[in-house]
């Protein structure tokens, strides 16, 4: 069983940068892979990173490639999302997800925050 608080969201100017952060509680932290879903009003949910447990394994989607990087310290049991050159289109409630599959992570993570909001204005 893991916890998952996100924090760090709020308002960015377009080309800025964001760091959202999730915390987790529970002692298996380091079993779990970890990622970052978001969701714009009126869009479904959809993946945004991935990270394995130990950080070796990072995926992303085409829309983040090269701008947004995950990240993790296990010891902080602690996964980051570090968001550059926003966009307008990123704005969405960010969520922290958690699953002991990397693949199943990617699609229907067993564990889910409450999410926070990025709003990027143009």
């Known amino acids: 069983q893991v916890q998952l608080v996100e924090s760090g969201g709020g308002l960015v100017q377009a080309g800025g940068s964001l760091r959202v952060s999730c915390a987790a509680s529970g002692r298996t932290f380091s079993s779990y892979a970890m990622g970052w879903f978001r969701q714009a009003p009126g869009k479904e949910r959809e993946f945004v990173a991935a990270i394995s447990s130990y950080g070796g394994t990072t995926k992303y989607a085409d829309s983040v490639k090269g701008r947004f990087t995950i990240s993790r310290d296990n010891a902080k049991m602690t996964v980051y999302l570090q968001m550059n050159s926003l966009k307008p289109g990123d704005t969405a409630a960010y969520y922290c997800?958690?699953?002991?599959?990397?693949?199943?992570?990617?699609?229907?993570?067993?564990?889910w925050g409450q999410g926070t909001q990025v709003t990027v204005s143009s």
């Open positions: 997800a958690a699953d002991v599959g990397f693949g199943r992570l990617q699609v229907e993570p067993n564990y």
